[in-house]
């Protein structure tokens, strides 16, 4: 076979495999067989058939301040708890870290993450982790991501808030270290 004739069978291969893909987000389009001229009606979700109540906002009914409270978003005041799992796999990234190796420690630290996904102290570890590896970047940005989910506890914040000191020092940036610490003494 030619080069000429192997490019087509390539890009007819490709043009193939993109067919297949070519149902879109939702799942595959219906297509209706012989002798039914429509598609089936979807399944309601709720078991109440009536239409959902739509308001304008000048029209909306009054609310207490309980009810507003309670439908309004708000931060956690805690991150997750540490599984048994997360817990083993931080212990180990924590011996790893005392032999040197950072990149396994920052192997078992992510998968950490995957567990709890939620826990700041996993996020300030994977921070201590990349320190270790000389990746202040991805320090500084896993130290905000714990700050994030510390929520009120503020043992876990002044934490945070020092090792975001150390970090920016190491890169430099002087300032931000002395806003850091700043923010560490004020809890």
């Known amino acids: 076979m030619s080069r000429q004739d192997v490019f087509r069978v390539s890009m007819v291969a490709m043009l193939l495999s993109l067919a297949g893909c070519a149902s879109g987000p939702g799942g595959a389009i219906y297509v209706p067989a012989e002798g039914s001229p429509r598609a089936p009606e979807p399944p309601r979700t709720t078991g109440n058939d009536e239409e959902p109540q739509v308001w304008r906002k000048s029209e909306q009914p009054e609310v207490s301040e309980s009810e507003q409270s309670i439908s309004k978003p708000s931060y956690r005041d805690a991150g997750d708890e540490l599984s048994p799992a997360a817990l083993s796999l931080v212990r180990e990234a924590d011996k790893l870290l005392k032999n040197g190796d950072a990149q396994g420690a920052i192997a078992r630290l992510e998968r950490a993450q995957r567990i709890a996904p939620s826990s700041a102290e996993v996020y300030f570890k994977l921070s201590q982790a990349y320190v270790a590896g000389d990746k ?10 714990g700050l994030s989910l510390a929520g009120n506890n503020t043992r876990l914040q002044r934490a945070g808030w020092l090792l975001l000191a150390d970090i920016r020092r190491a890169r430099g940036n002087v300032a931000g270290a002395s806003q850091a610490e700043d923010r560490a003494s004020a809890l």
């Not at 202040?136 to 991501?145: N, R, V």
């Open 136 to 145: 202040f970047g991805p320090a500084e940005q896993f130290t905000l991501k």
